[in-house]
């Protein structure tokens, strides 16, 4: 199975001063290009805002299907779009890494509170139409800062971790292949890559 796919961290608005309106047509150029010219079934985009207004439109005009997790308490989120004449969804999952802070010992209210940075995954897992093979997505965006290399180690623990667990509750073959896209925010010798 070959399956060409595009991710991408599209800055969201608030992170950015360049105006919303110039902003949109570059964007819109260049994923209508990549999904056409290319031909690429499969996008993962991050930091995703105006996706009602914005990315959700432009997308189905292309033929992609949206899934989106949105950030708790954030105006962006993280995005799959699919080509549905190509993958047929089967099942999709949010990952909430503020869960970690639940997860964590009381008695270490640092740690739980230094989990609580509200970012998110999104997992999905596809029958590809053509050969009848099994796919799991998974698109993410982890936490920007390097002062914290603990956090993001451990989301990227989390996130294997509930990769594999998605898998296990699908009625996939055990070696469906993952497609794992994202910002990572992080550096090649960091321990996320180590991780990975």
């Not at 998974?138 to 990227?156: D, I, L, M, R, S």
């Amino acid at each position: 199975m070959s399956i060409q796919v595009v991710c991408w961290n599209v800055l969201a608005d608030c992170y950015t001063s360049v105006c919303w309106k110039d902003r949109k047509s570059l964007l819109s150029a260049a994923i209508t290009s990549a999904v056409q010219r290319h031909a690429c079934p499969l996008l993962l985009l991050q930091e995703v805002d105006h996706a009602e207004d914005f990315y959700r439109p432009l997308l189905a005009s292309l033929g992609l299907q949206v899934l989106l997790a949105q950030r708790p308490g954030k105006e962006d989120g993280c995005l799959i779009a699919f080509d549905h004449q190509r993958l047929e969804l089967l099942a999709e999952e949010t990952v909430d890494f503020d869960d970690l802070a639940s997860i964590t010992p009381a008695e270490d209210n640092y740690k739980r509170l230094m989990f609580l940075r509200h970012n998110v995954a999104l997992l999905a897992q596809f029958c590809c139409r053509d050969s009848s093979t099994y796919l799991t997505v998974a698109n993410t965006h982890h936490y920007w800062n390097p002062n914290f290399p603990e956090v993001k180690a451990g989301q990227v623990k989390y996130l294997l971790d509930r990769i594999a667990s998605f898998q296990l509750t699908q009625l996939s073959p055990s070696d469906t292949p993952v497609v794992l896209g994202g910002d990572f925010n992080s550096l090649p010798s960091s321990e996320v890559y180590a991780l990975l």
